[in-house]
């Protein structure tokens, strides 16, 4: 959890550089936050079902994802950054 509030802090952070631990525990995180949020959604029957299904993207996980986006961001491109990459290569 540390890695993860770990980058969080770092959200502005674009031309530092981001270990291979410290990136994939960020996504592990990410993964099983997103996962639960998905099932609250669902729970509370705040999914979008346009096929019917009963999963779907509701409206906590759609806000929690936009909240993200940018440390997501961020720690790609470090992690690109220590790889010997430019940030750049992350629209590629």
Known sequence: M??????????????????????????LVNFIISMLIVGVDNALGFSFNYTGNVSGTGVFNLLYNLLILIPSLAVSVRRLHDVGKSGCYYLF
Do not use: G, H, I, T
Request: charged share 25%.
């Open 2 to 27: 540390n890695w993860y509030l770990k980058v969080l802090n770092q959200y502005s952070d674009f031309n530092s550089r981001a270990r291979r631990k410290e990136y994939w525990m960020f996504a």
